[in-house]
Every structure is written in C-alpha cells, then in structure tokens.
C-alpha cells in the first residue's frame, strides 16, 4: 500500500520536489533526485534516507512522521 495520498508533491525545480501535508498543507518535506536514488529529508532538512523511486520516499516518510 502506497502513502502517497496523505502528501502533495510541488515540483521545486529540476529533480528536486517538495512535500506537503495533503490536509493541513504544511511543509512535511523534500526529495532530491540524485544518481544514488531519491533523498527525502525531513522539514528540518535533516536527511531521513535514500530511496529507489519518488512513491517509496513518500512511503519512508509517512513511517517517518
């Protein structure tokens, strides 16, 4: 099951998306697109991880927060 519904993605330019609570409209996020896979930091811009697709660092930050 995919989270992806609880968030919106903005483009915030190339390769680089930011993340909102779907409800509350709230910064939740961004995801940097580099070659080692999706970087999702959190609204700190701590760095929560590294991931495959754009679905998946959604997943990992919905187990995030």
């Known amino acids: 099951m995919s989270h992806a519904e609880w968030f919106l993605v903005e483009s915030g330019g190339l390769c680089r998306w930011t993340i909102r609570h779907q409800v509350t409209g709230e910064l939740a996020g961004t995801v940097l697109r580099t070659p080692a896979g999706y970087v999702l930091t959190d609204d700190q811009s701590q760095r929560i991880g590294s991931f495959p697709s754009?679905?998946?660092?959604?997943?990992g930050l919905y187990d995030f927060v």
């Open 54 to 59: 754009l679905e998946r660092a959604l997943d």
